[in-house]
Nanobody, 114 residues
Framework: VQLQASGGGLVQAGGSLRLSCAASGSMLSINIMGWYRQAPGKQREMVASMSSGGSTLYADSVKGRFTISRDNAKTAVYLRMNSLKPEDTAVYYC?????????WGQGTLVTVSS
């Protein structure tokens, strides 16, 4: 599975961004796609995930501000980020995983200025 992420950029605090990640290749029907982020000097952390069945999971730090969604074909995942804060600055990675494998996309940088 190949993952192509896009949508990062520079935004002022309080602003919004939408990240997109398109998946291609052999995907199992039951899977999870999600977003992780890694800030400078910190460990990578889960931001949000969504199963092929529609179940979602969010990090406490983004609840109420970020929304994850997937397209009907379940081959793309999106992250709508509202009310962005400087502490949201990080490289964001999309991830696909199923019962057999897991794959990472390349990161996309999100920078939130104060």
């Amino acid at each position: 599975v190949q993952l192509q992420a896009s949508g990062g950029g520079l935004v002022q605090a309080g602003g919004s961004l939408r990240l997109s990640c398109a998946a291609s290749g052999s995907m199992l029907s039951i899977n999870i796609m999600g977003w992780y982020r890694q800030a400078p000097g910190k460990q990578r952390e889960m931001v949000a995930s969504m199963s092929s069945g529609g179940s979602t999971l969010y990090a406490d730090s983004v609840k109420g501000r970020f929304t994850i969604s997937r397209d009907n074909a379940k081959t793309a995942v999106y992250l709508r980020m509202n009310s962005l804060k400087p502490e949201d600055t990080a490289v964001y990675y999309c991830k696909y995983y199923d019962r057999v494998n897991d794959y990472w996309g390349q990161g996309t940088l999100v920078t939130v200025s104060s």
